[in-house]
């Protein structure tokens, strides 16, 4: 089965191409590489001993798009491009939308020109906005969200939902990511955000390798246990794993599924930089800030439905996600750069 996967270069993506090609599924990456570089390809390729077919693509190219399916003729298509910084959405909501929506509006209708009518997509628990419970299951109700890329997730599940309803041809598997941290265990492919990092994780290996004085977090006055934002950190590499069992799903032709991908435990961010601390034995300083705009308490997923259906269960726990981060910032201060 040869499978396309969009923004492949990327975080999540380049961890997900090692793990379909170990699977022994044939794999061809398309990704305009506005925030990736090739390099990381050429690294997973070293991982798996397979080279990566590679096309510099925008998924807004139709025709580009178009002539890439015409000669790898993919069966099903893994997509994960699209702009994901919470603070620049909010300033560039026109990008946003033209990027995602767009974008996967034009992927959709050539995939379907092409006979492949199948499709997971990257899909975040930022639907659920503030959640009406938690753990939260995949009933829990959408809610609002309070920032473009949020609505770009949201709409786009929507859209491609309807579209599944009106052409149940259509394979559609969207997957809910809680909060993705960690690398591949070789160090040698991981998370390079650009410039300063929005995300807890990438900003606390940033400190520790010294590149920022020290963390800020964003308010101790939520109502959890010690007072600091609740989230449910999974493993990219398992993250990456549930992507390869929602593809046996979509081979028992799945319909349109739904599922959370998150290992169903909560920390607080004051657990994270003390399970980092003790997993790499390197400080992290840090201070106590105001609350970010549009933050949550508590965030965490119920993850049984996931383990149920596709029988996938995240096997790492904190240490390691915090281990595997810290050996890829350590062997790489400066992402791909070097
Ligand atoms: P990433 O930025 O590392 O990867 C996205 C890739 O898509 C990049 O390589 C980028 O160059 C490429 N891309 C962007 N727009 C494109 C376009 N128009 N045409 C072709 N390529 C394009 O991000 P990631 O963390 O790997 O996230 C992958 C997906 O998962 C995204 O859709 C993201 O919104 C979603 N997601 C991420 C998280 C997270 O915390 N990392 C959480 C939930 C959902
Ligand atoms: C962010 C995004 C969300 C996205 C999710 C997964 C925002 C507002 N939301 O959510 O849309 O789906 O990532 O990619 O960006 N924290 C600090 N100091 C920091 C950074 C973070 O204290 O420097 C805290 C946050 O307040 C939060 C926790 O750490 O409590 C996790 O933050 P982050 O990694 O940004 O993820 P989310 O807020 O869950």
Redesign the pocket.
């Known amino acids: 089965m040869k499978i396309l996967v969009?923004?492949?270069?990327?975080?999540?993506?380049s961890h997900t191409v090692v793990e379909l090609q170990n699977a022994g599924y044939d794999v061809v990456v398309?990704?305009?590489?506005?925030?990736?570089s090739e390099k990381s390809l050429e690294r997973v390729a070293k991982i798996t001993g397979k080279e990566v077919p590679f096309y510099k693509?925008?998924?807004?190219d139709r025709e580009g798009l178009s002539k890439v399916l015409e000669k790898e003729k993919v069966d099903a298509c893994i997509h994960?491009?699209?702009?994901?910084a919470v603070g620049e959405s909010v300033s560039k909501p026109w990008e946003y939308y033209d990027?995602?929506i767009a974008?996967t509006l034009i992927l959709v209708d050539e995939l379907r020109k092409h006979n492949a009518k199948n499709i997971i997509f990257?899909?975040?628990?930022?639907v659920y906005g503030d959640p009406a419970f938690v753990p939260i299951t995949e009933e829990c109700p959408k809610g609002q969200c309070t920032n473009p890329?949020g609505w770009t997730?949201s709409m786009l599940e929507q859209i491609l939902s309807d579209m599944q309803k009106a052409d149940p041809e259509w394979n559609v598997i969207l997957l809910r990511?809680f909060?993705?941290i960690g690398a591949h265990k070789s160090g040698t492919i991981g998370?390079?955000p650009n410039g300063i990092p929005n995300?807890l994780m990438p900003y606390i290996t940033q400190v520790a390798v010294g590149k920022r004085k020290e963390l800020t977090i964003f308010g101790n006055d939520y109502d959890t246990h010690d007072g600091t934002g609740v989230r449910d950190y999974i493993h990219v590499v398992d993250l990456a794993d549930g992507h390869v069992k929602a593809l046996e799903m979509i081979k028992k032709k799945a319909g349109l599924k739904i599922y959370n991908l998150g290992t169903g435990v909560g920390y607080s961010v004051l657990d994270i930089v003390k399970n980092f601390e003790a997993a790499t034995g390197v400080k992290v300083p840090y201070v106590i800030g105001p609350r970010r705009p549009g933050d949550i308490a508590t965030c965490y997923a119920s993850a049984e439905k996931a383990k149920n259906e596709l029988n996938w269960v995240a096997k790492y726990g904190i240490k390691e996600m915090c281990a595997d981060s810290w050996n890829w910032q350590k062997n790489n201060p400066n992402g791909y750069e070097d």
């Open positions: 969009t923004g492949g270069a990327g975080y999540i993506g398309i990704d305009n590489l506005s925030n990736a693509v925008d998924i807004r994960f491009a699209g702009l994901k990027n995602n974008g990257s899909s975040s628990a930022t890329y997730k990511y909060n993705p998370e390079n995300n």
